[in-house]
């Protein structure tokens, strides 16, 4: 991610920016795995709420930008995965239900 940023500033070349975009999908499958091996999933959540927000100020100080941070999606992502996994996810259960 770093090489990613480092090359939005100072353009060192298409080589840093694929090594760069590696790092999203490595994210992503960080949260994947954080979820099957953590005890708590508020916390797990919070946790990255709190990342996110904290980490939000740098973002627009930094890129001039009035987006949210990749944080955000992340936890965007956490928070529909524990949804699918809960027990009162009813509209899969329907769809589920509908298709045997």
């Known amino acids: 991610m770093t090489i990613d940023h480092l090359n939005r500033i100072y353009s060192f070349g298409i080589a840093s920016e694929i090594i760069g975009r590696l790092s999203m999908p490595l994210f992503a499958w960080g949260i994947a795995k954080g979820i099957v091996r953590s005890g708590d999933i508020r916390k797990y959540i ?22 949210l941070n990749i944080c955000f999606t992340l936890l965007d992502g956490l928070i529909i995965l524990t949804i699918i996994r809960s027990d009162y996810n009813w509209i899969l259960n329907m769809e589920y239900i509908a298709y045997q």
Do not use: E, T
Request: hydrophobic share 55%; net charge positive.
């Open 46 to 67: 919070f946790r990255l709420l709190m990342l996110a927000i904290v980490s939000q100020v740098p973002y627009w100080y930094f890129f001039q930008s009035h987006q």
